[in-house]
Structure formats: C-alpha cells, structure tokens
C-alpha cells in the first residue's frame, strides 16, 4: 500500500483555464493555460497549492494512495463491527 508518511490528503485538480489577459493566446478560449493544483484543507481553512508539471503525477500518486488507505481502513472498520455485533448478540 505504500509508506504511510507519503500520503497527502485532499483533491488531485487538473484543469484548462483563462488566465484573464486580454492578449494572451487563451483569451479566445481555445488555447488555455493547463494547472495542476492540490486541493486541501490548511490549518482549518480550504486551500488550493499549485503545481509544477513536473510534481503533478507524484502528488497525484500520493492522494490515490490515500484514497486507498481510507478504503482499506473503512473496510476493517466494518468487518470489526460486524465481529463485535455478533459476539455481542451472542451474550
């Protein structure tokens, strides 16, 4: 499942945008810019980090691995308590 201290919490963002300069080649809307952003909550607020291209895909890689942790873990979850609700009607 990978190292746990790899994991990053948040939302992977990909996305085409205008970048609001009236002569830039995306101000038609055909050629936007392209971002890499990840989307977490900072310090009890809601924050958006950019990033480079070349950081996207380990960032990336590093949310999924979370996700998957958190699957996992929700799974185990259930299984305990459905241990625990049948030992318990077992009494």
Do not use: Y
Request: charged letters at 35%; proline letters at 4%; aromatic letters at 6%.
């Amino acid at each position: 499942m990978g190292s746990l201290r790899e994991m990053l919490p948040g939302s992977f963002v990909e996305r085409d945008r205008k970048c609001g300069k009236p002569n830039c080649r995306c101000a038609d809307g055909k050629q936007l810019h392209h971002e890499f952003l990840l989307s977490a909550v900072w310090e009890g607020k809601p924050r958006t980090f950019p990033l480079s291209a070349a950081l996207a895909g380990h960032v990336r890689d590093k949310v999924e691995m979370r996700k998957r942790f958190e699957e996992s873990a929700g799974k185990i979850a259930n299984l305990n308590l459905r241990r625990f609700l049948r030992q318990k009607e077992e009494k």
